[in-house]
């Protein structure tokens, strides 16, 4: 079946370290986003990627950083210089611009 | 204004009965709408696109009012398995991104 992949579900990270969230699709998209979602709050966009080897920052890219090697893939990676990174993280493809997303299944960060 | 706003709830309903959820938004040249549900520690789904002339899907109706730059969602003889946050969401204004409200929440009891 077609679908998002994350992993890992759940991920606790020590402060000062760096996290990398996989992302994987076999929808065939071109485009990909990562999501933040903190509790009680909407959404916020991190980064999004419209083709391979290109990506564009969001509204909170500060202290995130991604690549986009592959159509398939879009890991996210959460550095130290990320001062809350404690949220729920959503990876999303879609077909083009204009059409609406699939999500993945999220993977919940906590700083320990 | 901010770019997509919703009455945050929670609406307490009894099945079968009809809600209606609003939502503004600020961005007047946008030019894509949805409505996703997303169910508690779950992700977002998308519920339904909504259109300029208005749309249904069984027990739902979506309405948009590029004027007023609002957008509705209506359902109909509410089940229990409607229990959710409902998210409207607005494609931004480099058309690049899509933004998300911050959902009303829909408790509905037997």
């Known amino acids: 079946d077609g679908g998002i992949t994350q992993s890992p579900k759940y991920l606790f990270r020590k402060e000062g370290q760096n996290v990398t969230l996989s992302c994987e699709q076999n929808l065939n998209h071109d485009a990909m986003y990562w999501y933040r979602q903190d509790p009680g709050q909407g959404l916020r966009l991190i980064y999004y990627?419209?083709?391979?080897?290109?990506?564009q920052k969001g509204d909170i890219a500060e202290g995130y950083s991604v690549s986009r090697e592959k159509k398939e893939s879009f890991p996210l990676t959460v550095t130290s210089a990320q001062k809350n990174p404690t949220a729920f993280y959503l990876c999303?493809?879609?077909?083009?611009?204009?059409?609406?997303?699939?999500f993945g299944s999220g993977t919940r960060l906590t700083v320990v | 204004r901010k770019e997509v706003e919703q009455d945050p709830g929670p609406f307490n309903v009894p099945e079968g009965a009809t809600v209606a959820f609003n939502c503004t938004y600020s961005n007047s040249a946008s030019q894509s709408f949805f409505w996703y549900r997303q169910d508690c520690r779950k992700e977002p789904k998308l519920l339904m696109s909504?259109?300029?002339s208005g749309n249904e899907d069984g027990r739902f109706t979506a309405q948009l009012n590029r004027a007023s730059q609002y957008i509705s969602l209506l359902i109909r003889d509410s089940k229990l398995s409607d229990s959710a946050t409902y998210l409207c969401v607005v494609r931004n204004q480099a058309g690049t991104a899509l933004i998300f409200g911050k959902g009303t929440t829909l408790s509905v009891s037997s």
């Open positions: 999303a493809s879609s077909i083009e611009l204009l059409d609406g997303y699939t």
């Open positions: 909504v259109y300029s």
């Open positions: 990627s419209q083709i391979v080897n290109d990506f």
